[in-house]
């Protein structure tokens, strides 16, 4: 009965009839509908069957030769359990972020008052010992030159001074923090405004943050940060269908180049995996007895349901299926840089970091086992000079997109909306250094690739977002069956 209820006030606001009161139109409680509803269903109409949009995300994708059944198969039964389990380690579970830097776009110092929205930070005995020392780099001589330097400052040796060697790889590892290649605006995390999050204690779910600042946020990003026709009016967020507002439809983007289309597909997606988490772990009972948090069918038909949104939720959801194959592409490019004997997975724990490294390499050739990877050289190819130029939009285009985290309101969604573009951007930042990552060095420091404790523990828990929506989706799937 609750399920019948809950789908019944889904898809009021769909079928209700408005009703002018007052000079103004509005619709009637969803009470006063159910009859009209009832009706619908007995002349033949399901309420319910309003085109579920999971049962109609299949095939092959657009600009690669993947299919959404072989990542379904490949993610729900092999990838999604062992990352996962990766994800729960305590290398992995904790993210140094500034969650207190200003809007850099607009002033706006006001924050979400919803308690789901807070965020609680870890105190300093929450913080395995060696993670805060491990922040560098991770090569053997680099850790090695790191703790000679810390170990001479706390004994105030009378020579401070650092060997020529160390003195060239911390000036590459300066040089790298300020690389061109990097695609995110990264937060500086020795800012005393930079605290520790147990990301498994302040897990990304419904929050109650809506409205004119949500929408601020993503109509930005769109807007601004998009690759888009020149032709197409403003605003284009694509979730705005079914609000009476422009949007722009993939269709439409064919009049792009390959590299355009994909970077508004990995937006799109990224919108998409979000907006399945908020509907898979949404408040569902809130009272003195305790809280209840599971899937909403109707929050998730209200932004997917191909009749609801227009036809477009099925093409968000092929969106975010070309964004899981992007980063599932880096994380089996990066194999090399991980895999080099004296790398190392530093909390201070030697056993269970090497228990942690190992199930990482695990997953690591695991994703190399993939058999319809995307191809990325079908990116910036053709002429240097304008590849070049492009590569840079591109780049730029992403790092702004980055910096609009900082001005989201809700402390949760910032937190979980930082680590996911830092995530891509790390994913993105992998793809276009592919020959730096194949001529690294078996041993000693990797001057030409580098990834910092911040980069490895965003791009893995980004890919886990994508591995998880990707296997809600199926729990949606069998849910909406169970309805019909």
Not at 100 to 128: L, Q, T, Y
Not at 206 to 233: D, L, M, V
Not at 365 to 378: I, V
């Amino acid at each position: 009965m609750n399920i019948f209820k809950n789908n019944l006030i889904g898809v009021h606001a769909a079928l209700c009839l408005p009703q002018r009161r007052q000079g103004k139109e509005v619709c009637l409680p969803w009470e006063w509908n159910v009859g009209r509803l009832v009706v619908l269903c007995f002349c033949g109409i399901s309420f319910l069957n309003l085109g579920p949009a999971p049962e109609k995300v299949t095939g092959y994708l657009d600009d690669c030769t993947c299919d959404v059944e072989t990542i379904d198969t490949f993610n729900n039964n092999k990838l999604f359990p062992r990352l996962n389990k990766l994800l729960e380690s305590d290398y992995f579970r904790h993210y140094k972020v500034n969650l207190k830097k200003p809007c850099p776009f607009w002033n706006d110092s006001s924050h979400c008052g919803i308690r789901d929205c807070a965020v609680k930070p870890c105190a300093s005995n929450e913080v395995p010992g060696g993670t805060e020392s491990a922040s560098y780099k991770y090569s053997e001589e680099a850790s090695k030159h790191v703790g000679e330097c810390e170990e001479a400052k706390r004994l105030g040796a009378v020579n401070e001074s650092l060997s020529e060697e160390t003195q060239r790889a911390m000036l590459q590892w300066t040089q790298h923090e300020d690389s061109s290649d990097n695609f995110c605006e990264a937060d500086d995390i020795q800012s005393p405004d930079a605290e520790y999050v147990d990301l498994l204690l302040n897990p990304e779910r419904y929050t109650g943050y809506k409205g004119p600042e949500a929408w601020k946020i993503w109509n930005s990003i769109y807007e601004e940060n998009c690759f888009k026709p020149r032709t197409i009016e403003r605003p284009l967020n694509p979730l705005a269908s079914g609000r009476g507002e422009s949007f722009i439809r993939p269709t439409k983007l064919f009049g792009l180049c390959v590299e355009k289309r994909a970077f508004y597909k990995l937006i799109s997606g990224l919108h998409a995996s979000i907006n399945i988490h908020l509907s898979a772990r949404y408040l569902l009972q809130d009272t003195w007895s305790g809280t209840k948090w599971g899937h909403n069918i109707t929050e998730f038909q209200h932004r997917f349901d191909e009749v609801l949104t227009q036809g477009e939720g099925p093409k968000r959801l092929k969106n975010l299926y070309f964004l899981y194959l992007i980063e599932l592409r880096a994380v089996s490019k990066v194999l090399p840089f991980f895999e080099r004997p004296g790398f190392q997975l530093f909390t201070g724990n030697e056993n269970r970091d090497r228990d942690t490294k190992n199930q990482l390499l695990e997953i690591l050739h695991l994703t190399k086992s993939f058999p319809l990877h995307f191809d990325e050289n079908s990116f910036f190819a053709g002429n240097k000079k304008e590849a070049a130029k492009l590569k840079e939009e591109f780049r730029l285009h992403f790092r702004n997109i980055s910096r609009i985290m900082d001005c989201v309101g809700c402390l949760k969604c910032r937190l979980w909306g930082k680590l996911q573009t830092q995530g891509l951007g790390t994913a993105l930042k992998i793809l276009f250094s592919q020959k730096l990552i194949e001529n690294m060095p078996e041993s000693g420091p990797s001057y030409g690739f580098q990834l910092t404790r911040q980069e490895i523990v965003s791009f893995f828990n980004a890919f886990g977002r994508i591995s998880t929506s990707v296997r809600e989706l199926e729990n949606f799937k069998n849910l909406l069956r169970n309805v019909q």
